[in-house]
């Protein structure tokens, strides 16, 4: 914090010219964006540290000393309760399920939609687009009973593909617009080349433009998946059974009336966040690609 | 051999189903058919759904429950166990759909049971009453939260669910801090606020509560409810007649509370702690009092291990916020009506009800003599003396649906100094007219 107060305006500007010069002492403004870039990570890292200390406490001993405070003695009580009361391997496989399905038929509709919208360039397309993102915008506590009476008539409650259409839908329309205005921009050049060499529209789009925006492909891919990971409202809708929850829900069930048992809680969120950051491993250089997603080369 | 014995058992389900299916049709109608005639389901399912943890005195008692049903009948029993803010969340669309539950428990009260009723998302249960004679097993105040009328409004009407418990909330105090400091347990009025001053001049903040949720709203009740009587109950909870916002007992109440607030009595803390917070300070040690339900005595046996902690109701007072516990309903679509009556009327049996008592429930059908716990019959007591003055008035957060949250923003108010005594009367007013008006 000190380093902050030092330094009230750090104009990067200045020590552009010198990067390379790896002997030399670091600069102020150096020093505060490390201290910042620590002190943001430390943020970060506090609610997994809360986690860890908590989830190996008793009820008792949690009940007794502060949420910082060591456990008085390792106790997997709140683990083992979590394992033996919850079905997790079978919430954890839904969730993967779910997701995996969502992220894959959404790209595949986002690509074939934009392609109309933007190398198609078909009459409308603004419009078209703004309806697409409408499925966005509008909020899910409108789609809740709609959606359920639909579901009922199909006989898809508490079946997986009742939440994979819904999002397929929901995160499709958000990837028809990134995708519509970047191949809007796709340059007109490659297309006739491609129509030169005899190439069909289908065989355009397989060989020419999916390979050139695989990049953004992935990262749509990634961002579906943990969105539809994350959801909550819609599947609390849909699936009902126990054996159908997802892990979000799976954890809401800890949760009691007017009493939680919070060690529990913590520990079966503890474990809930082992995928994801398995996941994050996986996938991190994707998910940092992101940043520059819809930008071409 | 093996094809001859499966085409058998089909059969015999094919058969049961048949049979179920017509006397469900007229159970629901007319006369006392639905009872059981043979008591034979083998092959049949009910799916039960609760949300009760498997270690609390309901979640234990059920298990015994679901057990001698599966014994008796032949049939078998699919437990959904799932959370309370689920169900809230979806039971009016879930008990009208293929993936209904042949019976669950529910949030009684008239924004929930109440509404499932009215919307005829649940099944009336008049026939049912009659045939297992469920009504002279609940007293007067339990099976208040039972019956809603065509409004959805509980106390009249046909019965809707049956409750297997009640409820109430009294004075938990530890007896090692009135000890420590020569203060007396106090037993009036009078000598509650010379304890509590008593505690802030030793530095200590006496009473524990939350306004984020629930356990100030209920002080809140509380307080008015010991300058009240029955028919301002009726007024306030069954629409009556108008309740006056600026009539003694809401004064007292919020006045009171003001009061508390500035003589440090309550922290200016209690606008941000959650329920568990509240909870938690009274179990460390910190705090001294703490005014909330039943529902905390399983918790505080288990938890509270550096002092003796006792219980007590209300000093002077004799209504007290409390009611039936949330209720087994049959939903409209459930498959097995018949069967989800004889699951409920076996939670009603004298086994069931006294080990729901034994593990620290308050049963509503118990013969007390079969409760040898010593903890758990302190708490039956307790709840005995409120049914003996027919103490029991319900919580103030039932009116409207959403006077919960309403009520806790007025708390907070109250608790950071933002709105007078006088101020929040007539917020709480606005928030209860505006749905109550069109009811009366």
Known sequence: MTAV???????????GKDRRNKARPRTVAEWVMLTLAVLGALAIVFPMLLLLLNAFKSPQDYANSGPLELPQALSFEGIRTFWE???FPRALWNSIFISTMVSIIAVVVSVLNSFAIGIGRVRGRTWIVLV???????????????????????GLLSN????????????????????????????????????????????????????????????????????????????LAFLNTSDSLTVPLLLEQLNGERQTDTTTLIAGTLISIIPTIIFFLIFQRTLTRGITAGAVK | MKYRITAATAVLAAGALSLTACSSGDGGEGGASGAPADGDYTGE?????????????????????????????????????????????????????????????????????????????????????????????????????????????????????????????????????????????????????TAMQAFVDEGVTPLTTSAQEYPMGQLWYQLALS??????????????????????????????????????????????????????????????MFYSGSWWYGRMLE????????????????????????????????????????????TMRPEVQALLGESGGLPVAADTADITDPDAQKLIELFNEVNDRDGLSFYPDWPTPTFYGDLNSVMQGIVNGDVTADEANTQLMDYYESYVADLR
């Open chain 2, 45 to 193: 399912t009910l799916t039960v759904m609760h949300y009760e943890g498997e270690e609390s005195a309901m979640g234990k008692a059920w298990n015994l429950a679901i057990e001698m049903f599966e014994e008796e009948t032949g049939a078998t029993v699919d437990l959904q166990t799932t959370a309370f803010e689920d169900l809230n969340a979806s039971a009016q669309q879930l008990f009208d759909s293929s993936d209904a539950p042949d019976v669950s428990e529910y949030n009684k009260g008239n924004g929930t049971a109440g509404q499932l009723a009215a919307t005829g998302v649940i099944l009336p249960l008049d026939d049912a009453y009659e045939t297992y004679g469920w009504a002279d097993k609940l007293s007067a105040g339990i099976d208040t939260i039972a019956k809603y009328d065509e409004n959805g409004v509980m106390g009249s009407g046909s019965w809707y669910g049956v409750p297997n418990y009640g409820e109430f909330v009294f004075l938990y105090f530890n007896q090692d801090m009135f000890d420590e400091y020569g203060i007396e347990v106090p037993t009036d009025e009078a000598s509650l606020e």
């Open chain 2, 227 to 288: 300058q009240a009587d029955r028919s301002w109950v009726d007024a306030y909870q069954l629409y009556t007649e108008a309740v006056d916002w600026a009539g003694p007992e809401v004064s007292y109440a919020s006045g009171t509370l003001e009061d508390w607030v500035n003589a440090g009595y309550i922290s200016k803390d209690a606008s941000g702690m959650t329920a568990e917070d509240a909870g938690l300070a009274f179990i460390n040690g910190d705090a001294p």
């Open chain 1, 132 to 154: 697409f993102l409408m499925a966005n915008l509008v909020p899910q506590e409108m789609l809740f009973d709609p959606l359920f009476q639909l579901y009922d008539d199909m």
């Open chain 2, 303 to 346: 938890d509270v291990t550096d002092f003796e902690f006792g219980i007590t109701n209300w000093p002077d007072t004799t209504l007290t916020p409390g009611s039936g516990g949330n209720i087994w309903v049959v939903p409209v679509e459930s498959k097995q009506p018949e069967l989800a009556e004889i699951f409920i009327d076996i």
């Open chain 1, 160 to 235: 997986p593909w009742s939440v994979i259409l819904t999002f397929v839908v929901i995160q499709s329309a958000f990837g028809t617009y990134l995708l519509s205005s970047l191949l809007g921009t796709f340059p007109k050049e490659i297309l006739e080349a491609a129509s030169v060499d005899g190439a069909t529209r289908w065989r355009t789009l397989r060989s020419v433009i999916v390979p050139i925006v695989r990049p953004t492909l992935s990262v749509l891919m990634v961002f579906f998946f943990i969105w539809t990971w994350n959801e909550f409202l819609l599947p």
């Open chain 1, 5 to 15: 107060a030092q330094a009230p305006a750090p104009a990067p500007s200045t020590d």
């Open chain 1, 85 to 87: 009361t919850q079905n």
